[in-house]
């Protein structure tokens, strides 16, 4: 059941499930066979690849910590066992999905679920069925009446999120003060605010004088309303009256991680155990992106700005305004509008308008070498040649001398294996050519596993030295209202 009712009927599920009955390894204990779901992040696991199903059940039974099990492969062979929190977990409708968890209960809820499941099957299921179908049908067209009477944009009627007016917001921010502003952007300004509820927010008012801002703002909505994951930023709500639109999100009092690791001062407060929680947190949010949502989802903008932080220092994605749906089979697309954000983006992306999830991919080896390092990939300088960050890492790494990578601030605290992985890992992302870049779900293995075997990575992207003068010789800023909109220009000699 929800840890919170409260926070589950405002659309806010980040504080996750817990046991109608706790777990006490009593005597009858067993599991629930559960079909067509995700299996649950990979934090607290252990792999055994040459055990059956029927010996993992029991190696599983014989510890109290074990939640869950299931087959590691989906043709029926290996073993996975989770321990602690099982985290994020969801209905998964694929048509011949075949993979099975197996979730631990106690010997008093298994018998009830056995008993309720015949039960639901044979009395409750058509008269469920007939009542949502009546509740549904009365609140859709409240909601579409709703909606109709405040002019809201077409698409909107399709979202289940909940919708502020423009007094009840107002009242929120303190009348959209500047003691309560966050910052300011391409497309409007971010205040701080407080619900009647005492929740805090983050408010996101779209410029009535932006020339692409509702675009952005409807993409943003559509896609964030439709996507659940502890490292995506929360969407509670909108508010869209008269030339009013405005984004109402969870609150992240930490900032954004460039707030952190690209300040002396305040990057010496991030050890090196937080920078890797905070590495793996934002590979998980991508890897939900690209493959275990039900949409498709390229990000297109992943830097350090758009990764907030939450009271914990939680990574959590934020802003997809520039994201972009895979529909179907659809594996790579192409545009003749660019927009992203100068050192993240990819080859084929900037040159040539081809993007995928690999574009995301080479964004996050970016984002993971600047991490590590406390540095910026674009402007980046050194004394003895003018590549860029990711050029001085291949460098680096190329020459044995990996670690010099590292901030001299965590180089007490950090352990050498798990940071040459990281750095390895993000040269693998940051390859010059989309075929060489691994899935997020290899990534993800492979920064979650210390045995793991990595490849070694070839040579990245844009590894050319600029000149002497330029720390970004072929790319130039275009001037427009679109933010993060750039043209590329290939330099010629003279």
Request: aromatic share 10%; proline share 3%.
């Amino acid at each position: 059941m929800p840890k919170s009712q409260e926070e589950w009927d405002m659309i806010n599920m980040t504080g996750g499930c817990i046991r109608k009955v706790p777990l006490n390894c009593t005597r009858g204990e067993g599991f629930t066979k559960l079909s067509q779901v995700k299996l649950p992040d990979l934090v607290d696991f252990q792999l055994f690849k040459n055990m059956s199903l029927e010996e993992c059940k029991v190696e599983c039974l014989k510890n109290c910590s074990c939640m869950a099990y299931a087959n590691s492969d989906i043709r029926g062979a290996g073993c996975l066992m989770w321990f602690g929190d099982l985290i994020d977990i969801r209905e998964f409708d694929i048509v011949g999905y075949d993979q099975y968890l197996f979730l631990r209960l106690p010997a008093s809820e298994l018998d009830s679920f056995r008993s309720l499941s015949k039960k639901l099957v044979t009395i409750t299921v058509a008269s469920a069925i007939s009542g949502l179908l009546i509740v549904g049908t009365a609140l859709s067209i409240i909601w579409k009446r709703r909606m109709k009477s405040q002019g809201l944009p077409s698409g909107m009627d399709d979202i289940d999120l909940p919708l502020y007016d423009i007094a009840t917001v107002a009242v929120a921010t303190n009348h959209f003060s500047q003691t309560n502003k966050l910052g300011a952007g391409g497309f409007g300004s971010v205040y701080k605010g407080t619900l009647s509820t005492g929740q805090e927010v983050a408010v996101k008012r779209l410029s009535k004088y932006s020339g692409q801002g509702l675009d952005e703002f409807m993409n943003e909505v559509l896609l964030i309303a439709r996507l659940q994951h502890r490292n995506l930023v929360g969407l509670v709500g909108c508010c869209v009256e008269g030339e009013e639109r405005m984004l109402i999100y969870e609150y992240m009092p930490n900032k954004s991680l460039d707030y952190f690791i690209f300040d002396h001062d305040r990057s010496s407060s991030l050890a090196w155990k937080r920078r890797f929680d905070i590495v793996l947190g934002i590979a998980r949010g991508l890897l939900y992106l690209h493959q275990d949502s039900k949409l498709q989802v390229i990000h297109r903008d992943l830097k350090t700005s758009n990764i907030l932080l939450d009271a914990d220092m939680n990574p959590k994605i934020s802003d997809f305004g520039l994201a972009r749906v895979f529909r179907g089979d659809g594996t790579e697309a192409e545009t003749r509008r660019i927009v992203g954000t100068y050192g993240y983006m990819s080859p084929e992306y900037a040159f040539d308008g081809k993007f995928s999830v690999k574009s995301d991919v080479f964004s996050f080896g970016v984002l993971l070498l600047e991490i590590v390092s406390s540095k910026r990939n674009r402007g980046f300088q050194h004394p003895k040649h003018h590549h860029t960050l990711l050029g001085h890492a291949w460098m680096l790494w190329s020459e044995g001398r990996a670690t010099e990578l590292i901030d001299e601030s965590v180089r007490a605290s950090f352990v050498e294996s798990q940071a040459e992985r990281c750095i390895q890992v993000g040269l693998l992302c940051a390859q010059k050519f989309p075929k060489d870049r691994p899935m997020m779900s290899s990534v993800v293995f492979m920064l979650a596993n210390e045995g793991a075997s990595l490849p070694p990575p070839k040579e990245p992207g844009f590894f050319v030295e600029r000149s002497s003068g330029s720390s970004d010789a072929y790319l130039v800023k275009e001037e427009s209202n679109t933010k993060n909109v750039v043209t590329i220009t290939l330099p010629e000699g003279r």
